[in-house]
C-alpha cells in the first residue's frame, strides 16, 4: 500500500502547535519541508494570529490596481455585446472593439477586450480551432479587380428551402448584391451578376465554386454563365475542387447574414425575404469590418478604386445596364431606338448591357442579340437567318361546304418539284424562307 500523503500546511501546523513532540531546529525543519525561512515564519505568524485557517492558500492579488480597467469601460464593453448580439452582428473582441470606435468611444485594446470577455465567462475555449495566422490569404489590390459570387440556404416560414446568392468584391468586402432565388440555378447566379453590373459596371474577373450554376467545369462543358461574362469581357475563374479556402471572403459572410437573418422573423415569401435582404446588404457596407481595420466597405470601395498612373486618351467606356420590355410586337426600345426580337418574346422582361452602341441583349441568361446600334436607321431589324416564319397551312382534307379545298399559296414557299426516275419515286420537300431567292436546304425522301 501507498504512503498517506500528509500536506505541507498539515506538517507545519502540527509542528507549530506542538503535537509533532519533535525538537528540531527552524532550519533543520525547513530543510525538511523544503521551505525557506522566510516561508516558516510566515505561516507561524499566520497560525498564532487564526489558527490552522490561517494557514489556508490565499489570494495574491494587490490591494491595488491603478491600471486595471475601469468598472464603467467594462460594463460599456458589455452594453457594446449586447447591442450587437441583438442586431443579429458578430460580437467577438474585434467586433466590440471596432462597434465602440464606431460609436465615438474609447475602448482599450481588443486584446483587453477579449480578457475581460474571458473574465465574465463569455468565450468559449475552442483549442483545437485552427489560427488564423496559418491561412495563406490573398487579396487584390483594388476594387472591382475581381468579385465572389457563392450560395447558402435559406429556409422560409413554411418550410420551404430557398438559396440566397451573395456577391461581394474582393478588395472592399463591399457586397455588391444579395439575391434571393428559389434554387441554386444558372438564371438566378446571372440576375444577381447583371444587377450588380448595373450598379457598378464590369469586374476584371469573377471567382466562383465549381457549383453548375457558375461553371460547367466538372462535366467539361462552358454554361451560359460563363459564356455571358466572356461576351461582356470578364474573366471567369474558379476555386479547386474540395477547397472552399480559396472563396474563404464568401463562406465566412455567410456565416455573418446567416447569423444576422437568424435575430428575423423567418421570411414567408421570396418577395419578403429579398426586403430582409436589401435591408441587411445596406447595413453591412456601412458597418466596422475586422478585415477592413474598422473601416467600413462602403469606404473601402471608394477609397480603393484603381488610379491609372498616366490617363489613357481613350478612357473605358462605361457599360449601361437597362431592363425594358418587350412590346406586343417583340421589339424593345433602347438607347433612342428599337430593336426587334421576334414576336415570341412580346411581353417579356429582357436585361440589356449598352457599350458605346454596342448592345448584348438577354432574356433570362439566354442571349439573343449581339449587335451594334446603325444610327442610321430607328428600326434594328432581326438578321434575316434568325427571322421567324410560320409554317405554310396545310389543306384541310375534309373540307366544309362552302369553304376552298386548298389555301392560298404562301409567298414565301416554293414550289414543289417531283420527280419520277426510273424505278423509284423521288420527292423534294418544300423549302420555305424569306424570300423566294434565299438558297435553302433541300430535304429528299427516296421510295424504292
Not at 451594334?372 to 434575316?384: A, G
Request: with cysteine; charged share 20%.
Amino acid at each position: 500500500m501507498g504512503q498517506k500523503v500528509v500536506t505541507m500546511e498539515s506538517k507545519i501546523a502540527l509542528v507549530l502547535a506542538g503535537v509533532d513532540g519533535r525538537r528540531m531546529t527552524v532550519t533543520a525543519l525547513c530543510e525538511e519541508l523544503q521551505v525557506s525561512r522566510e516561508t516558516y515564519y510566515k505561516w507561524r505568524r499566520r497560525f498564532l494570529a487564526d489558527g490552522p485557517p490561517g494557514l489556508v492558500p490565499q489570494s495574491r492579488r494587490p490591494h491595488s490596481s491603478p491600471s486595471r480597467t475601469a468598472e464603467e469601460t467594462v460594463a460599456a464593453i458589455m452594453a457594446a455585446r449586447a447591442e450587437l448580439i441583438a442586431a443579429g452582428w458578430d460580437s467577438g473582441a474585434l467586433s466590440i472593439y471596432y462597434w465602440m470606435l464606431a460609436a465615438g468611444q474609447q475602448p482599450p485594446a481588443a486584446r483587453t477586450v477579449h480578457r475581460i470577455l474571458v473574465r465574465h465567462g463569455l468565450i468559449t475555449p475552442q483549442p483545437k480551432k485552427r489560427r488564423r495566422s496559418s491561412y495563406r490569404r490573398f487579396q487584390f489590390p483594388a476594387t472591382d479587380d475581381c468579385w465572389q459570387l457563392d450560395a447558402f440556404e435559406y429556409t422560409l416560414a413554411g418550410g420551404t428551402v430557398v438559396v440566397v446568392f451573395e456577391l461581394k468584391d474582393d478588395c472592399s468586402r463591399y457586397l455588391l448584391d444579395v439575391r434571393g432565388w428559389p434554387r441554386e440555378e444558372t438564371v438566378g447566379a446571372w440576375t444577381c451578376l447583371a444587377s450588380a453590373i448595373g450598379r457598378y459596371g464590369t469586374p476584371r474577373m469573377l471567382l466562383s465554386d465549381n457549383s453548375l450554376a457558375f461553371t460547367g467545369r466538372r462535366i467539361n462543358t462552358i454554361v451560359l454563365v460563363e459564356q455571358n461574362l466572356i461576351r461582356l469581357g470578364i474573366k471567369p475563374i474558379h476555386s479547386s475542387p474540395n477547397h472552399p479556402q480559396t472563396c474563404g471572403k464568401n463562406e465566412r459572410g455567410h456565416q455573418t447574414a446567416q447569423r444576422w437573418l437568424s435575430r428575423h422573423p423567418a421570411a414567408a415569401t421570396l418577395e419578403e425575404l429579398q426586403l430582409l435582404l436589401d435591408d441587411y446588404r445596406t447595413k453591412f457596407n456601412q458597418r466596422p469590418h475586422q478585415a477592413l481595420d474598422g473601416a467600413t466597405p462602403l469606404t473601402a470601395r471608394t477609397a480603393r478604386r484603381r488610379v491609372d498612373p498616366t490617363p489613357t486618351p481613350n478612357p473605358t467606356v462605361p457599360v449601361i445596364v437597362t431592363t425594358p420590355t418587350a412590346n406586343r410586337n417583340g421589339a424593345i426600345k433602347v438607347a433612342r431606338t428599337t430593336v426587334a426580337l421576334g414576336i415570341d418574346y412580346a411581353g417579356q422582361p429582357m436585361i440589356v448591357f449598352n457599350t458605346d452602341d454596342h448592345l448584348l441583349i438577354f432574356h433570362r441568361h439566354h442571349l439573343l442579340r449581339d449587335l451594334t446600334i446603325d444610327r442610321s436607321r430607328s428600326y434594328q431589324p432581326l438578321p434575316h437567318a434568325n427571322t421567324r416564319h410560320r409554317q405554310p397551312r396545310t389543306p384541310n382534307p375534309h373540307p366544309t361546304p362552302g369553304s376552298s379545298t386548298t389555301s392560298p399559296p404562301s409567298r414565301s414557299t416554293a414550289a414543289v418539284k417531283v420527280e419520277l426516275p426510273t424505278g423509284r419515286t423521288t420527292l423534294t420537300a418544300a423549302s420555305t424562307g424569306h424570300n423566294q431567292n434565299q438558297r435553302n436546304p433541300v430535304s429528299t425522301i427516296s421510295c424504292p
